[in-house]
């Protein structure tokens, strides 16, 4: 048996990286899965690939998401699964933050988050049969031990956290079965590392002083973030809430033990 059959799923920011890799697991293994992203073009080309259904999303956005919501309401009537995936990188040393670009940071990276839940939750609620769902939130194992060059990154993944556990504990001690967990990757090859990439040296640096901070030696493939997400996603993972999952190559192990 598939470890998704006739589980209805959402995944945000699911055009590329993570969320990319996260669709096709997801479809994969039987789920009917919508993603949403704000890059419609690679979102429908996504969606072919594997499927899925796309549907444009700004997460920082909330009459998007209310939308986003009730399409899959009025297709599927109920909602089994929710990756809170979307994100950007972070604003930089203390001292050249600049005020928008913060603010735009915590739209995307914690708002975006509170109202995948929200908005997510409340159809979770309503699923035929009683309130039953997994909402995974996308953290960083930057939001357990912080990055000295990055205090904005940090501070969302970090928010993430322990909004996670908040909602987890909410909906448990309501006597809803809607579990809600935290996933934290390590550094993994995505695309998000692109905007850093100007150049081959610059390119190579980066990856040097990567994975100096991963044991295993090497960055993390999306596909395995992918794997974790499928398991808390699946039935494998019911007694598991306000949780958190660490795929770090080791590297919030070896950060603890310095």
């Not at 986003?68 to 203390?94: C, F, H, S, W, Y």
């Not at 909402?135 to 969302?156: E, F, Q, W």
């Not at 808390?232 to 809430?241: C, G, K, P, R, V």
Request: aromatic letters at 6%; charged letters at 20%; hydrophobic letters at 40%.
């Amino acid at each position: 048996m598939l470890r998704l059959e006739n589980k209805v799923c959402f995944i945000s920011g699911g055009a590329s990286g993570l969320g990319e890799a996260m669709v096709h697991r997801f479809s994969e293994e039987g789920g009917q899965v919508y993603f949403g992203d704000i890059d419609a073009v690679r979102g429908e080309a996504v969606a072919k690939e594997c499927g899925a259904i796309f549907l444009p999303l700004d997460v920082s956005d909330e009459e998007q998401w209310v939308a986003a919501i009730q399409r899959i309401e009025q297709d599927k009537g109920r909602l089994d699964v929710l990756v809170n995936n979307a994100g950007i990188l972070g604003t930089g040393p203390l001292e050249t933050i600049d005020i928008a670009s913060w603010n735009r940071l915590f739209a995307i990276n914690v708002t975006g988050v509170m109202l995948g839940c929200k908005h997510g939750g409340m159809l979770m609620q309503r699923n035929p049969g009683g309130a039953t769902g997994s909402i995974i939130n996308i953290s960083s194992n930057a939001g357990i031990l912080a990055t000295a060059s990055d205090c904005g990154y940090s501070a969302t993944k970090g928010a993430v956290r322990l909004m996670t556990k908040s909602i987890a504990i909410n909906f448990a001690r309501r006597g809803m079965s809607i579990r809600c967990n935290s996933l934290h990757p390590g550094p993994t090859d995505t695309p998000i590392f692109k905007p850093w990439r100007t150049s081959e040296k610059v390119s190579t640096q980066l990856d040097d002083t990567l994975r100096e901070m991963i044991p295993l030696g090497r960055l993390g493939q999306p596909r395995e973030i992918a794997n974790m997400a499928l398991y808390l996603a699946s039935d494998e993972s019911s007694f598991s809430t306000g949780s958190e999952f660490v795929v770090d190559g080791g590297g919030t192990s070896a950060l603890a033990g310095m």
